[in-house]
């Protein structure tokens, strides 16, 4: 299977726990996003990897969370002392530069008691 | 400040009939759209894209249109079948940015 993956699928964690996600992109694209899903909305935009370059952070992504692509192949989305808010599911996303498309994983759904 | 709605969060089609889902958005600067479909527990997948340049574009049972005057998009699935029952998302970008604005979703229930 050549898609993005995403691990683990699913996490419960109490507040105020650390939690990480990993994502794995295509392995030709250079451009990795991170998104995040809640009930009843679409995917709102995080941060956005061009290789190992972190070039775009949301309003979203506060001071808890922190996301990194050291070799600009895998990423992770780490978030500190969760909240309840925190509650979704996050998204990875990946592209090559030319193209438009940006291709999903399956997501982690992430549940803070 | 949603930028790109989808107004209808449901529709129910019966199998072999057209299905239409509807997206409009506010940003005179989206320049490229893609739809998507998401099933439970899933990532949304891609289906469809169109950029600004054009006003329709077809991919076997799925099409989709571009009103620029109007800022709406439309997804025009010929014929339904009951495997298309999923959630719809529209999405859309800037020229200058990196990032997709996705819409709230449309249900789509195909009925056998």
């Known amino acids: 299977d050549t898609g993005v993956s995403q691990d683990p699928r699913h996490k419960i964690t109490k507040r105020g726990q650390n939690v990480t996600f990993r994502c794995d992109p295509i392995?030709?694209?250079?451009?990795l996003y991170w998104y995040r899903q809640t009930l009843g909305q679409g995917p709102e935009f995080l941060t956005y990897?061009?290789?190992?370059?972190?070039?775009?952070k949301s309003r979203l992504l506060s001071d808890r969370f922190s996301a990194e692509r050291p070799k600009g192949s895998f990423s992770t989305l780490e978030i500190q002392r969760t909240e309840q808010g925190d509650s979704a599911m996050y998204l990875c996303?990946?592209?090559?530069?030319?193209?438009?498309?940006?291709?999903f994983g399956p997501g982690t759904r992430l549940l803070v008691l | 400040d949603q930028q790109v709605k989808q107004n209808s969060p449901s529709l129910s089609v019966q199998e072999g009939r057209i299905s239409i889902l509807n997206c409009d958005y506010t940003n005179s600067m989206f320049d490229y759209f893609l739809w998507y479909k998401k099933y439970p527990a899933e990532g949304p997948t891609f289906l469809i894209s169109i950029s600004s340049i054009k006003d329709k574009n077809e991919d076997g049972r799925f099409t989709v249109f571009l009103n620029k005057s109007a800022k709406h998009l439309s997804l025009h699935i010929v014929p339904s079948q009951p495997g298309d029952s999923a959630v719809y998302f529209c999405a859309a970008k800037g020229v200058s940015g990196n990032q997709f604005y996705f819409g709230t979703g449309t249900s789509l229930t195909v009925i056998p």
């Open positions: 990897f061009q290789n190992e370059a972190q070039l775009e």
């Open positions: 996303a990946s592209s090559f530069q030319v193209q438009e498309t940006q291709y």
């Open positions: 392995s030709e694209h250079n451009r």
